[in-house]
């Protein structure tokens, strides 16, 4: 049974905050950046350092933030950050040097439109950067894209069980509109944050002095100079996102069944979609939704599979076109792919996407 | 049942806390509620708006084309959305800060003089409060006395004192509506 307090009015950002608390959240380390910074703000409202232990500091910059994720992480914490867009772009080196030294940990990106300072309205143009790994090598790290502030509230426990799970860096990537939106949501319950002794012995590997065997073995970075260790280490990271991408791909549809066209959108843009396809259902068009939740990995197989039943896909996404090439890579050519979205921070409307549906058509 | 309402006017006039109020008192009925609002430099000053959405059944798009009825405080919020009501919705504005009425005739437009009666009654704090009675006698969403829990919920409690005010200001509301 819910208890009554749990079910709250929330900003997704406030729900990310409170979320990061019950679920045992060790650390929070961020910089100040609309649309995103009420997870700090209600982070210092909430003083978790007086009840959970949680440590919660606000850093100089951005990259200051994404070091004490890389230090934090290391010694096996559950530690996380969060910023929007442009902040974001500052923390990719700390991001794939994570990724190197697999190094868990979450990092909150809740877009705005760019490129550069760009806006402070919503944008989805952080999908190449968010799945394509961001900063340099060859690494990815697990993205996941909530569509309500109820999936990001369950995500920042879900991300903590993955990025440890792998030893990988987590994202939610979320936008302006799942940020700023008040919505119901019934919170996560109270999980107690890990003991010392607890981290020595699930993290064998964290760099915390407990469960210390011999010299060396807790050693972490992402540095390695022999080109033949190197490899080694290289092939080792691309058999692990090989796993991932085979257990890890999670993905939502409505209305697929009977559908002859298929919309293809995350986060707000699917909420936005969901709507139009109320309306293009009512007019007796055939027309579902499919909902990549993790963006990386892409449910590749699932799309392959639509593309053999659907005369055509459209894919909304708030930018200039970025996952449409995930899908065309899946489609193969089969059938037509359109793609739609608006720039600079402006939201598409329902209207807007009936009315690339219906280009769509014609086109098919 | 399903409400989509557009609430918009100047910054300062309260319009988004009346929307969470109104979401909040959604929520208190057991509803699905979305409020999202616009956040950009309108919050900095200028004109503010928000997209409140009330259900029985899980709600889609928190971002719409069309609203079931619009409440508009201010002339540039009365020319942008009354051309985004539903057919037959309805549109409500207060005279005070509007020039040009509106001029649709497949909608309904209600009037209310909730500036001048809060200014009369020394109660401009609550002049949010005046409009959602408006909106509240128009379509009964939600209950006054759900309205009221979630004022108390909202509200932080150095500012309960204030309860009985804001309660009047919605009564007086429903009585200072009306067609035109």
Not at chain 1, 337 to 357: H, T, Y
Request: hydrophobic share 40%.
């Amino acid at each position: 049974m819910t208890n009554e307090n749990d079910i709250l009015l929330l900003k997704g950002n406030e729900a990310i905050a409170h979320a990061a608390i019950r679920c045992g959240c060790d650390g929070y380390f961020g910089y100040p950046i609309t649309p995103q910074s009420e997870v700090l703000e209600t982070l210092a409202e909430l003083k978790p350092w007086e009840t959970t232990g949680m440590v919660v500091v606000q850093a100089e910059s951005e990259v200051a933030s994404i070091n004490m994720l890389y230090g934090g992480g290391g010694t096996g914490k559950k530690v996380m950050t969060s910023s929007s867009s442009p902040g974001v772009a500052l923390m990719q080196e700390g991001i794939a040097y994570m990724a190197g030294a697999e190094v868990p940990g979450l990092i909150v990106n809740v877009q705005r439109g760019g490129p550069g300072l760009g806006t402070i309205q919503p944008s989805q143009s952080d999908y190449n950067q968010a799945t394509r790994g961001g900063g340099n090598g060859d690494y990815n790290i697990i993205v996941l894209a909530p569509n309500s502030v109820q999936e990001m509230a369950d995500f920042v426990d879900l991300s903590f069980e993955l990025a440890f799970k792998y030893r990988i860096p987590a994202m939610i990537l979320s936008d302006g509109v799942i940020g700023q939106m008040m919505e119901k949501v019934v919170l996560p319950p109270y999980k107690p944050r890990r003991t010392e002794e607890e981290i020595g012995r699930d993290c064998p590997w964290a760099s915390n002095g407990i469960g210390l065997k011999k010299r060396g073995s807790q050693c972490i970075t992402s540095l390695e100079l022999d080109p033949a260790i190197m490899e080694k280490r290289n092939l080792h990271l691309q058999e692990k996102y090989r796993q991932i991408q085979e257990n890890e791909v999670r993905y939502q549809t409505s209305q697929t069944e009977d559908a002859e066209y298929l919309i293809v959108a995350f986060g707000s843009a699917a909420r936005i979609s969901q709507k139009a396809i109320e309306i293009a259902r009512a007019r007796g068009e055939k027309v579902g939704l499919f909902r990549p939740i993790t963006l990386w990995p892409f449910p590749q197989k699932e799309i392959r599979e639509y593309a053999e039943r659907v005369k055509g896909i459209l894919v909304v996404e708030i930018n200039a076109g970025q996952m449409v090439y995930d899908v065309k890579y899946c489609v193969e050519g089969k059938i037509p792919v359109r793609q739609f979205g608006r720039l600079g921070g402006i939201v598409p409307d329902p209207d807007e996407i009936l009315n690339a549906l219906d280009e769509l058509k014609k086109q098919s | 049942m399903k409400h989509e309402i557009i609430i918009s006017g100047f910054g300062g006039q309260g319009v988004l806390s009346m929307g969470k109020i109104l979401a909040y008192a959604g929520l208190m009925e057991g509803k699905e509620v979305s409020w999202m609002p616009a956040y950009g430099p309108e919050q900095r000053g200028g004109t503010a708006n928000v997209t409140v959405i009330v259900s029985d059944d899980p709600i889609s798009s928190p971002i719409l084309s069309s609203y079931d009825t619009a409440i508009v405080l201010n002339q540039p919020s009365l020319d942008k959305f009354q051309a985004k009501v539903k057919p037959e919705g309805d549109l409500i504005f207060d005279c005070f800060n509007i020039i040009e009425r509106p001029t649709r005739t497949d909608i309904t437009s209600y009037e209310m003089t909730a500036m001048e009666t809060a200014a009369e009654q020394n109660m401009m704090k609550c002049f949010n409060m005046f409009v959602l009675g408006g909106l509240l006698k128009l379509h009964p969403i939600v209950s006054v006395e759900n309205v009221m829990k979630a004022l108390r919920k909202t509200l932080p409690e150095r500012h309960h004192n204030l309860l009985p005010m804001n309660e009047q200001a919605i009564l007086k509301g429903m009585e200072i509506i009306r067609a035109i």
